[in-house]
């Protein structure tokens, strides 16, 4: 679902400072213009012009040289097979504006469109770099893909003297790809199949009674049979009186918040993010770990009162959560 | 036999490979290139080794890199648990290996395609049921999965506690990374950090932000530790280990010990920091400079408390201050740290103490009498200090 109302205005108001900015990188070639790029391009175009490729040709021609062919401009500064492993540079604001598209459900891109402008002929030995800016970003857009917005960013192309030699317009649509899930939207929802689920406690001897109870209802706390301490993670022993019995009772689900995260990185599949994980200290002692829920993550604080419920977080887990008391 | 470690092993060589983002190779082959270059800067050749000591979480087996290395017959090999807590660790097992005459030479190595490959980033999943997945499985239902929420949480409760603010974890992250421009090794050599970048940068896990997590690199880097005698003989002025201590305390676990009476506490490092003072017979006063493990910069606070450099709750203060940097009370992370040069589980951070103790930091200070050196934050750890031979 599209973003609309509050949700949407507090997120274009987010879009606006990236508007006629630099993206803070530049784009600066890897090797100077040079015969054997020309070459493997003009093989790949199958452009047989000669004063691309025959220097004798090109020497009575008017550019009195070989030239590079002016569509060859973007070539001369891309990254590479590196694009594809590298990690973003955390100073791109470009990278960063499409993140923030992103994390609004924004996920899907597709280039549209691109116009080039050439200022004059690149020769061999020329050193090309490139500064982009983002020149704007469009209204919301209801496209045939989905809802989005369009950005427009120009670059400049620069040589070794500084002067501009050609640019390049680009525009994408950052669109949604799919509904976002949401964490009230678990329960009472069929498993839709190959929708993405939580991961899953895997269960062993020592704690898988414990996932029964919770499947039951209940937030369970083993208890010693021989000295009566409490101990939660549950362990076969007892740390303090090595005892192998034990027993458990259930938590009332009251408890404080000892300390909390909120979590925005990275997204795994399944959960909801910014997603907000507290240790709560109990009413009986022991502490428990989950989700705090329907609680605008910037008003949870240290201290705050919290009451555990038994529920499902996705179509087929269910977990202690907790809500402001 | 000797009573206590002190002074019964020395780091002689350090070797490391580049450290990139995709390094293309094989981790075997990072491990390899990293002990060669070590038992090359210690001037010996891989017949005189005959120890071997890694992490458990390296996927390099011991044999295979011995065999890529060339080193022969081997007499000591082990393997350390808890990710970056191991740091020290390992070294820990090489002097023990060394001072009781188990092997002669150990080389201490750790290599991981930590970005092109397994990234530790994206958190724990399933597996095989052993009771580490079992503990895992705590946590994994409710999304509290990766490093940087485990840490965040102890984080946020001390900055509850001693009213500490992103802008004192943004000194640590200033002071490293101006140590970093000037290391060519490190991936943000020559890339200041101001901080309005800091303050400004994307959170990662509230209260943390980008810049307060640590790189994640492909690389490898080794060391090899010797006896005092035998250091004697070789180039390079030896690394004296005058202290090496592990530290487990109780209710620990791994990377979520939530149920200790206090989150802002850091009772294991606590414990290395003990055995490390008693050791040496050395104190905080008596520190020059030091390496502490930073998988996240909050990691440096607990940790300057723990060892007495400042009172607890004041390491804020301490940071503040400038105390991090070339001139202040204990100049840290020299290398760039692994928030700015790169993340090896803490190897990086030995090789660069013994270049504090040689006087060849890119960021070399003024003193350098004892450098202290510590490993993972948050788990069963350990820590030593070097001093001049
Ligand atoms: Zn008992």
């Known amino acids: ?325 | 036999m000797p009573t206590t470690l002190k002074d019964q092993a020395a780091i002689v060589g350090i070797g490391e490979t580049e450290y990139s983002k995709n390094s293309g190779r094989s981790e075997l082959s990072l491990a390899s290139e990293a002990c060669a270059a070590a038992i090359s800067d210690a001037g010996l050749t891989p017949a005189d080794i005959d120890g071997m000591t890694t992490f458990t979480m390296d996927n390099s087996d011991e044999i295979e890199v011995a065999r890529a290395v060339g080193v022969k017959d081997l007499t000591f090999f082990s393997r350390t648990p808890h990710g970056g807590g191991a740091a020290i660790g390992v070294m820990h097992q090489a002097a023990m290996a060394v001072a009781t005459g188990s092997a002669k030479a150990v080389v201490v190595y750790r290599a991981l395609n930590g970005r092109s490959g397994s990234r530790y980033s994206e958190g724990v999943s399933g597996g095989p049921t052993t009771s580490d997945l079992i503990h895992w499985s705590w946590y994994m239902p409710s999304g509290l999965m990766t490093p940087a929420s485990w840490v965040a949480m102890y984080t946020q409760r001390y900055m509850h506690d001693y009213g500490c603010t992103g802008e004192d974890l943004a000194e640590v992250c200033l002071s490293q990374r101006d140590h970093a421009v000037k290391n060519p090794r490190a991936f943000f050599y020559e890339k200041p950090l101001t901080f309005e970048e800091h303050q400004s940068a994307r959170p990662i896990v509230e209260p943390l932000r980008l810049y307060d997590c640590c790189q994640e690199t492909d690389g490898g880097a080794a060391c090899v530790v010797v006896s005092p005698e035998m250091a004697r003989e070789l180039p390079h002025a030896p690394a004296m280990i005058r202290a090496v201590a592990q530290g487990a305390a109780g209710d620990q676990e791994s990377m979520t010990s939530f149920y200790r009476p206090s989150l802002s506490d850091l009772p294991e490092m606590d414990l290395v920091a003990k055995q490390c003072w008693a050791i040496s017979g050395l104190g905080p006063d008596d520190v020059d400079a030091a390496v502490m493990y930073d998988a996240f910069s909050s990691n440096v606070l607990f940790q300057l408390e723990s060892f007495g450099f400042c009172e607890k709750g004041r390491a804020k203060d301490f940071v503040r201050d400038g105390n991090l940097r070339l001139g202040g009370r204990l100049p840290s992370n020299t290398h760039g740290g692994q928030l700015s040069e790169a993340y090896l589980h803490g190897m990086n951070g030995v090789n660069e103490g013994v270049r504090l103790i040689r006087g060849t930091s890119s960021s070399q200070p003024d003193k350098n009498e004892h450098v202290l050196v510590t490993a993972g934050v948050g788990v069963p750890t350990s820590g030593m200090v070097l001093g001049q031979g």
Not at chain 1, 8 to 26: A, S
Not at chain 1, 171 to 189: N, Y
């Open chain 1, 1 to 325: 679902m599209a973003l609309a109302g509050k949700a949407r205005e507090d997120f274009e108001k987010k879009l606006k400072p990236y508007v006629g900015i630099g993206i803070g990188v530049e784009d600066v070639g890897r090797n100077p213009v040079n015969q054997a790029m020309i070459r493997q391009w003009c093989e790949a175009m199958g452009d047989e012009l000669g004063v691309y490729t025959d220097a004798a040709a090109a020497a009575v021609s008017t550019h009195e040289g070989i030239v590079a062919p002016p569509t060859m401009l973007q070539a001369w500064i891309l990254g590479g097979v590196a694009m594809a492993g590298g990690e973003d540079d955390p100073r791109d604001k470009q990278k960063e504006l499409h993140r923030l598209f992103d994390e609004h459900g924004f996920t899907g891109v597709v280039a549209t469109n691109t116009e080039q402008k050439y200022l004059r002929y690149l020769r061999p030995g020329d050193e090309v770099r490139a500064a982009t800016q983002i020149e704007s970003i469009s209204e919301q857009k209801a496209t045939g893909l989905g809802v989005g917005y369009f950005i427009n960013t120009r670059t400049l192309f620069y040589d070794q003297d500084d002067a501009e030699v050609g640019s390049l317009t680009f525009r994408v649509l950052k669109f949604e790809t799919e509904d976002r899930p949401s964490a009230s939207e678990g329960e009472g929802s069929s498993a839709i199949p190959g929708k993405p689920q939580r991961i899953k406690p895997v269960l062993g001897h020592d704690n898988e009674w414990w996932w029964q109870c919770v499947e039951k209802g209940e937030l369970a706390i083993q208890k010693c049979s021989s000295c009566g301490v409490l101990r939660h993670p549950p362990r076969p022993m007892c740390g303090e009186c090595q005892s192998t019995d034990w027993e458990f009772i259930f938590s009332t689900g009251r408890g404080t918040i000892n300390s909390y995260v909120v979590i925005h990185y990275p997204e795994v599949p399944g959960y909801t993010y910014p997603l907000v994980v507290a240790v709560v200290d109990l009413e009986e002692g022991t502490r428990f770990v989950s989700n705090v829920v329907d609680v605008d993550p910037a008003e949870v604080e240290i201290g705050m009162s919290v009451q555990a419920s038994i529920e499902h977080v996705d179509d087929e887990m269910k977990l202690p959560v907790f809500r402001r008391a």
